[in-house]
Nanobody, 119 residues
Framework: QLQLVESGGDLVQPGGSLRLSCSAS????????IGWFRQAPGKERERVSC???????LYADSVKGRFTISRHNAMNMIDLLMNSLKPEDTAVYYC?????????????WGKGTLVTVSS
């Protein structure tokens, strides 16, 4: 079965930066879309960013211009560089994979990594 493991979540001050990583195993990432969702306490899960199987990058309006997603297929992983972080970015960030981006129920999920943006 495919496995996804997120890392990089931390406590950071507003305006700071973090880099999240998602490592995939037991499948070839080249044939899949992969990206990030997040869920803040008391709120619904929302899309963050995704890379299609042909390399197109997608971003939610709330993070566009601040976050950058990158594929590293040779290493079977992706990362998400988050700049100019805001308190409203505080959430558990989940890596997800499927044939296309933004599937309601992706084929695979990681366990999540917590990002807390606070003074």
């Amino acid at each position: 079965q495919l496995q996804l493991v997120e890392s990089g979540g931390d406590l950071v001050q507003p305006g700071g930066s973090l880099r999240l990583s998602c490592s995939a195993s037991r499948f070839n990432l080249d044939y899949y879309a992969i990206g990030w969702f997040r869920q803040a306490p008391g709120k619904e899960r929302e899309r963050v960013s995704c890379v299609t199987r042909d390399g197109i990058t997608l971003y939610a309006d709330s993070v566009k211009g601040r976050f950058t997603i990158s594929r590293h297929n040779a290493m079977n992983m992706i990362d998400l560089l988050m700049n100019s972080l805001k308190p409203e970015d505080t959430a558990v960030y989940y890596c997800a994979v499927d044939f296309e981006c933004w599937m309601v129920n992706p084929s695979g999920w990681g366990k999540g990594t917590l990002v807390t943006v606070s003074s």
